[in-house]
């Protein structure tokens, strides 16, 4: 399998994923294996929904935007993908780049979903690990071989909200840092320039 494959498979199933938790019910590993199919169901349902609704691109993404911010812990997300520059941003910097990066996420994800109809997820088990939850599924793509996908949820941020997932065992969290720091390098470490690239980005 090709690099540039591998890579095609990482993101639109990234994509796939970080939406298909964004939409899962809190304290979704504290279900048994049979209500997380079915939530998983619903899941995909609601998906498809926004994606067959006929709706611009732009109200697609506005949608997902939505569905991110509100189960996703963006504020830990995008600290973690900016990683040492964010102790030194200001406060102000940070929410500018907090939400643009929410958007970012919801735009680059967003124009992947068409490639997930008729995607099968199934979950498979859940663990316990250190203080998070890590929930285990595979996913079944169209003319693609099955493939991992684990999810990890925290209560951390004082609520049940995922803060990364692991897609054949890369790191989706991993991969945005490398991005925005890859974005961080071009504009000689200026964080308001990446602020204004990355609200375009995506």
């Given at each position: ?10 993101v ?5 994923a970080?939406f ?5 019910p ?10 997380a199919?079915s939530?998983?169901d ?9 994606i067959?609704?006929g ?16 189960y ?7 600290r ?9 941003a200001?406060?102000?910097?940070m ?12 735009r ?10 008729g995607?099968?997820i ?8 250190k ?21 990890m ?5 004082g ?15 991993k ?10 390098d ?11 690239d ?5």
């Amino acid at each position: 399998m090709s690099d540039t494959h591998i890579s095609r498979r990482t993101v639109l199933a990234g994509g796939a994923a970080l939406f298909l938790l964004a939409v899962l019910p809190r304290q979704v590993f504290a279900l048994t294996e049979g209500q997380a199919r079915s939530l998983i169901d619903q899941a995909v349902a609601e998906i498809n929904a926004v994606i067959n609704s006929g709706r611009s691109e732009g109200a697609m993404y506005g949608e997902f935007e939505k569905i991110f911010r509100r189960y996703a812990d963006v504020p830990t997300i995008a600290r973690t993908a900016l990683g040492p520059p964010a102790r030194s941003a200001s406060a102000g910097q940070m929410q500018a780049f907090t939400g643009a990066f929410a958007g970012y996420m919801a735009r680059k994800y967003g124009k992947r979903f068409r490639d997930f109809v008729g995607t099968q997820i199934q979950v498979t088990g859940a663990r316990t690990v250190k203080s998070f939850q890590e929930v285990q599924a595979v996913a079944k793509m169209k003319g693609q071989a099955p493939f991992a996908i684990s999810f990890m949820v925290s209560d951390r941020s004082g609520s049940d909200k995922f803060f990364d997932l692991l897609i054949e065992g890369i790191s989706l969290l991993k991969s945005e840092r490398a991005e925005i720091g890859a974005m961080l390098d071009r504009r000689g470490g200026n964080i308001d320039a990446l602020i204004q690239d990355v609200q375009r980005a995506g």
